[in-house]
């Protein structure tokens, strides 16, 4: 935590490790996910949330007691569909 209660701001260490991890998810882990929006763990290991729009991944985190800021929003593509 930090000094004011709040959750810190991820750190650029955390990032750098967050772009290595994900990068190293083989895609086929993220076909539960395929056309969602998420939020990704600081670290990038894993989704800890997902939905159909971002207020619906905002609030599943915020439920589940974890600061927004310590987290990695994102969309995961669905390979079978074109975005043109």
Excluded at 31 to 45: E, I, N, Q, R, T
């Amino acid at each position: 935590m930090s000094n004011n209660g709040e959750a810190p701001d991820p750190t650029t260490a955390e990032l750098d490790a967050f772009r290595e991890r994900r990068q190293n998810i083989p895609p086929e882990e993220l076909l539960p996910y395929a056309g969602k929006h998420v939020a990704w763990s600081v670290d990038g290991a894993r989704v800890v949330a997902c939905g159909e729009d971002m207020d619906e991944v905002a609030n599943k985190v915020i439920a589940a007691g974890i600061a927004p800021n310590r987290v990695v929003f994102g969309f995961i593509e669905d390979p079978a569909v074109s975005y043109l």
